[in-house]
């Protein structure tokens, strides 16, 4: 199977700023300054911090048994961000509530783009309005920005028209979608035969 999501967005951070903010939906740029007027506060960490990593396992799993994704151990998680941080290449972003955390995502970032791997929001009635989702990823983007990432592929979203597109991904890639970006569609895996006689073996 492909290891790379084979349908995506490229993400232009642009100036970070105004620039940035308008080349997103309306609702994107709506809802998360709503979610500050909600009191909803995003932290950005750099370093594999323990606590906040179980933060990101913890709500990933939650996730998953809703939606029945696989979920990275925490093990796993754990060393993705201590091979990546001394080069500056982690960025986790938790939204928080009055100290509970209610959405998450985790950026590795390679020279100067960033790739959205892991991304959970708490499906909990209490924190409907807090959009802890936009905040969260409105923050990492500018943050990316102000580090001097270029751009973020958002790996893996599906347009709306694409008769291949797979319906477990709609509710994901609605969602970011409204962050912009232009569509990749990757070639997909093949094999480059260099022998003919090896390769029919």
Known sequence: P???APTTRI????????QLEASWHAN????SKRAAREGTQVTISRQPDEAELSVLH?????????AGFRVRSLEFLTRLATEVAPGGGWYLGIARVDGAPIATVAFPRVGDRAY?????????EQYRHNYGSQAVMAEMLRTLAADGCRSVDMWGVVEPDDPDADPAWKGFSDFKRTFGGTPLRHPGLYDL??????YRI
Do not use: H, I, K
């Open 2 to 4: 492909d290891l790379q």
């Open 11 to 18: 993400l232009d951070l642009l100036d970070g700023g105004e």
């Open 28 to 31: 994107a740029r709506r809802l």
């Open 116 to 124: 959205y791997m892991y991304g959970a929001l708490l499906r909990d």
């Open 193 to 198: 035969v260099t022998d003919p006689f090896w």
């Open 58 to 66: 913890s709500l990933l799993t939650d996730v998953a048994g809703q």
